[in-house]
């Protein structure tokens, strides 16, 4: 199923929400690496500021500045791995038809029909468009030596910018571009690999044959990849760091022994969230479980990084977590963790709609806490705040406007009747200051409801491109 962000009011998340140790050295991975092994088990997840001396509701507006991505960036490429992807000025994205996408789906949610061949556009600055190609393809883009790396739910493949010269794959899911432009890492299920730009020939960078659970990919910090095991004969989460600068540097940056209370879940326990903040990766880890699926328990670590972006030093930031999302900011000298640690976790099988009312606060110079009104969600999170579409910022506790409330409600993103309708803003994505978005309207059909599941049809898909925060909405295609 494609990536996609799903914007509902308050009345969508009430329904959402019905679904119911020690730390060692960092360590070289070119020996260690070769006994991991997969496992079939998908237990894994998917993925205010407060003054001085006293805690108060964020009353701000939402800022509207520029958002800072963290995905890789090779020269003249923006929004590397997106749904549209930036090259020398031109923007290239799928064009969904009618057939493209299911028209049933539960919380009205729907599968791309990965068989439908779609239309790779190219769209130049002064808005004339041009169809490079049609294949079978939708989720993210990548782009690397001059070739774009594309797939299905079912087959990974590249092609050049004119989709000539296909290389098929099998099953890959490309997970990040090199920023020289030389290669991208994907993932088959089992093994990382760095696919050569140039040649297209696969270099095997992390096996699985022994008996661990499969990695999981928490993403991108500081221009290095990041994933995570659990080796679960040493009761050990392993965190691993494979730089995206063309040096093929992999190594251990953390290799966590798992609090006791985690340790009868060891081969659940996954590395959910990272963010760096100067020279330290903060990182979320915990589990998913139960029959609604929802994060268990974890923690925040930290590992500081040396002059050369080298692990040099770890330890634990914060123990318990009831929820993966956090926001590591540095104001006034001193460096905030924003946390939850007493709301019912994130549910691993829908991506979160909407930010947590509150969380905690907790200042890592004196270990101090306190409650905050700031309504956490997750760096680049896209959530509806007061009825705006915004996006959470990186390393602050503030979110940047996309659509304001007055475009929104136009819309009908109030979703005041979700027993009859729902209005949803998907497929978010933000290329400098343009933002693209799909606005899609759906009416309920009970005929299709699985238990408490609620299922809806699709009426309408509109993809929409506009200035970050302004009205100037342009309708680009529908589906």
């Known amino acids: 199923m494609r990536k996609r962000w799903y914007i509902l009011a308050a009345a969508a998340s009430v ?50 500045a520029e958002p800072q991505g963290e995905k890789s960036v090779q020269e003249g490429i923006l929004n590397n791995g997106g749904s549209v992807v930036r090259f020398q000025g031109n923007d290239y994205y799928w064009r969904y038809s009618a057939d493209s996408v299911e028209k049933e789906g539960l919380f009205a949610r729907y599968y791309v029909k990965e068989e439908t061949p779609n239309q790779m556009v190219c769209r ?29 739910d079912t087959e990974s493949y590249s092609v050049n910018l004119d ?27 089992q093994k990382i690999y760095r696919i050569d730009g140039e040649s297209g ?3 095997e960078l992390a096996g699985s044959p022994g008996d661990m659970y499969r990695y999981y990919f928490p993403g991108i910090a500081g221009n290095c990849l990041y ?16 730089k995206l600068d063309g040096s093929g540097e992999l190594v251990e940056a953390d290799r966590f022994s798992l609090p006791e209370d985690l340790r009868d879940a060891a081969g659940n326990v996954i590395v959910t969230q990272v963010s ?4 330290t990766l903060f990182y979320s880890y915990g589990y998913y479980g139960g029959t609604g699926g929802f994060f268990q328990s974890g923690g925040i670590n930290y590992v500081r990084l040396d ?40 549910y691993v099988g829908y991506e979160q709609d909407g930010a947590y009312p509150g969380c905690t606060v907790m200042n890592l110079q004196t270990g101090e806490t306190e ?76 005929e299709g409801d699985v238990g408490w599941r609620p299922c809806y049809r699709r009426e309408s898909s509109d993809r929409y491109k506009m200035t970050v925060g302004g009205e100037d909405a342009s309708l680009l295609f529908s589906y």
């Not at 070289?28 to 500021?49: K, P, Y």
């Not at 040099?312 to 460096?335: L, N, Y």
């Not at 979703?415 to 497929?427: H, L, P, R």
């Open 227 to 242: 994933f995570s095991f659990c080796d679960t004969q040493d009761q050990c989460l392993v965190l691993c760091q494979y």
């Open 201 to 203: 020939g696969q270099e």
């Open 371 to 446: 409650a905050s009104d700031f309504p956490l969600s997750r760096p680049k999170a896209v959530v509806n705040i007061e009825g705006a579409i915004c996006m959470e910022e990186e390393n602050q506790a503030a979110y940047t406007t996309l659509i304001p409330q007055s475009l929104a409600q136009a819309y009908g993103c109030d979703n005041e009747d979700m027993e009859q309708q729902a209005t949803m803003i998907i497929d978010v994505e933000v290329i400098g200051d343009q933002v693209y978005y799909t606005v899609e309207k759906s009416s309920r059909y009970q």
């Open 15 to 64: 329904v959402l929400a019905a679904a119911a140790c020690s730390s060692g050295s960092p360590g070289d991975l070119e020996s260690g690496l070769e006994t991991l092994a997969g496992s079939e088990d998908e237990s894994g997840s998917l993925e205010a500021r407060e003054d001085q001396g006293e805690t108060e509701t964020d009353s701000r507006e939402p800022s509207t």
């Open 124 to 152: 130049r600055p002064d808005g004339t468009e041009e169809v490079l190609f049609e294949m079978a393809g939708s989720k993210e883009i990548f782009m690397a030596g001059g070739r774009l790396y594309l797939s299905s």
């Open 163 to 189: 989709g000539g010269d296909r290389k098929d794959y099998g099953y890959m899911r490309w997970l990040a571009a090199e920023d020289s432009g030389s290669g991208v890492v994907g993932y088959d299920g």
């Open 276 to 279: 760096r903040l100067g020279d």
């Open 307 to 346: 002059g050369n972006g080298e692990p040099a030093e770890s330890g634990v930031s914060v123990f318990p977590i009831t929820a993966e999302e956090f926001v590591a900011e540095e104001r006034d000298g001193a460096v905030r963790l924003y946390f939850i640690q007493d709301e019912t976790g994130s």
